[in-house]
């Protein structure tokens, strides 16, 4: 289709499948305030099924989250987001995801040409080449 076509005008390849973009805490995992970082809240559990499938039907599926930024910066309780903060937060959901979904998924904090598409909380969709939000609000 357009996408994959887009893709490989970018640099990815002609007919590739890409892999499947999903967040973690409010998307694939619940999301509380006041638990921190060292926590990883339960499964969603539509979303959990929806990944598992995924994986059964042998689509690649990864985890797009800021717990694996390693930028440097502080957050508003002082905990720095370095390298050795990334890799606590690689293993905590190393174990979370074996638990849940029974298989472990790569971990970034980047998309690229390859990612065809991202589940998010956040996200707010936005119609192709004009900035329109797809829910109409403005």
């Known amino acids: 289709g357009r996408l994959l076509w887009c893709l490989g005008a970018l640099g990815g390849e002609k007919g590739m499948r890409g892999w499947i973009g999903v967040d973690l805490d409010g998307t694939l995992a619940e999301c509380r305030s006041g638990r921190g970082l060292e926590h990883i809240g339960a499964p969603v559990p539509l979303m959990c099924a929806r990944v598992r499938k995924w994986l059964a039907d042998g689509r690649e599926v990864r985890i797009v989250t800021a717990r694996v930024t390693a930028c440097g910066r502080s957050n508003d309780g002082g905990v720095v987001d370095d390298d050795a903060f990334s890799a606590q937060q690689r293993e905590l959901i190393r ?14 904090a980047a998309k690229d040409f390859a990612m065809t598409e991202l589940w998010d909380d956040r ?14 609000v403005e």
């Open 95 to 108: 174990t979370w995801c074996i638990k849940y979904l029974g298989a472990v998924l790569e971990v970034t």
């Open 123 to 136: 996200v707010v969709q936005v119609e192709r080449n004009t900035g329109r939000r797809i829910d109409g």
